[in-house]
T-cell receptor
Framework: GQSLEQPSEVTAVEGAIVQINCTYQ??????LSWYQQHDGGAPTFLSY????GLEETGRFSSFLSRSDSYGYLLLQELQMKDSASYFC?????????????FGRGTSLIVHP | DGGITQSPKYLFRKEGQNVTLSCEQN?????MYWYRQDPGQGLRLIYY???????QKGDIAEGYSVSREKKESFPLTVTSAQKNPTAFYLC?????????????FGPGTRLTVL
């Protein structure tokens, strides 16, 4: 099976940079994804890493190190609207399929 | 507009009653998923389906049932056998389970069992 660890809460101020870490254990690895979820809303896809390195999408970047079973989401130029929960999800083998397992989520609180 | 719809947004039921949550997508996606989310928790997979007329149990399938008679629809029934059914239920779909497996989520149904 798969398991993931990420911090439960991170706080930062508007305009700052914040990094949300995710470590995982999986019997087979097929990619690490990140999702954002505002309170009461639906999760939305942010990024996906299958290979080592940094993927950049605007203010958000995601990094993966497969040898360390570790990844992070980097949010730059924080805005109040970035206050949300962020979930990492790892894809691994499960009953012949490759479905993602989600972490418990990190609540990001952005202060003015 | 393409997307996923779930209805209703809020649902109240008495203990011991079965209830069916609707999930429809017009994205032409092959794969569909049902997740349960409890306060402060991540998403836990209940059932998933990669193709019509086929579905697989996820991590917490006990007390739930699904059907996939049409590509667009993947209803979830919460049965009376589910011991703690009050939760936020999210339906999702993806093109397939390959590639980046980007999942598109519906707005969710918040079920409260009284």
């Amino acid at each position: 099976g798969q398991s993931l660890e990420q911090p439960s809460e991170v706080t930062a101020v508007e305009g700052a940079i914040v990094q949300i870490n995710c470590t995982y254990q999986t019997s087979g690895f097929y990619g690490l994804s990140w999702y954002q979820q505002h309170d009461g809303g639906a999760p939305t896809f942010l990024s996906y890493n299958a290979l080592d390195g940094l993927e950049e999408t605007g203010r958000f970047s995601s990094f993966l190190s497969r040898s360390d079973s570790y990844g992070y989401l980097l949010l730059q130029e924080l805005q109040m609207k970035d206050s949300a929960s962020y979930f990492c999800a790892v894809r691994g083998p499960s009953g012949g399929s490759y479905i993602p397992t989600f972490g418990r989520g990190t609540s990001l609180i952005v202060h003015p | 507009d393409g997307g996923i719809t779930q209805s209703p947004k809020y649902l109240f039921r008495k203990e011991g009653q079965n209830v069916t949550l609707s999930c429809e997508q017009n994205l032409n996606h092959d794969a569909m998923y049902w997740y349960r989310q409890d306060p402060g928790q991540g998403l836990r997979l209940i059932y998933y389906s990669q193709i019509v007329n086929d579905f697989q149990k996820g991590d917490i399938a006990e007390g739930y049932s699904v059907s996939r008679e049409k590509k667009e629809s993947f209803p979830l029934t919460v049965t009376s056998a589910q011991k703690n059914p009050t939760a936020f239920y999210l339906c999702a779909s993806s093109v397939s389970e390959t590639g980046n497996n980007e999942q598109f989520f519906g707005p969710g149904t918040r079920l409260t069992v009284l």
